[in-house]
């Protein structure tokens, strides 16, 4: 993603805009299954580290009540919806990395306990 920010090829910015697009579609697909929602979770590599990105999705979104404060999202958060916004927004930082070591040392755990 941070190529394609930084690229001035058009092919980028149309990369970009689907990118934002199908996260747009996935978000209002489950916010219509759940019948609504009452925050969104920005995380990982792009939910991180992209406030661009964030900021087109939270456009998007604007019809079910986010509110972005773009002050908040260009820091990154945590919260970068405005107070007063129905559906909050949020910048939550992940640790992939340590998750997979967990998610690895639990199945060691489990294959050690099963072969006793």
């Given at each position: ?51 661009t990105i964030r900021a087109a999705i ?25 107070a007063d916004s129905p559906v909050s927004a949020w910048v ?25």
């Open positions: 993603m941070r190529d394609l920010q930084a690229s001035s090829d058009p092919n980028a910015r149309e990369a970009i805009d689907f990118f934002v697009y199908r996260a747009s579609q996935g978000l209002g697909a489950m916010a219509a299954a759940m019948g609504g929602v009452d925050g969104i979770v920005f995380t990982a590599g792009v939910g991180e580290n992209s406030p939270c456009r998007a979104a604007q019809w079910m009540g986010v509110e972005l404060d773009e002050a908040a999202n260009d820091a990154g958060g945590p919260r970068i919806s405005t939550i930082p992940t640790d992939e990395e340590k998750m997979m070591a967990l998610q690895t040392l639990g199945l060691i755990s489990e294959g050690e306990s099963a072969g006793s």
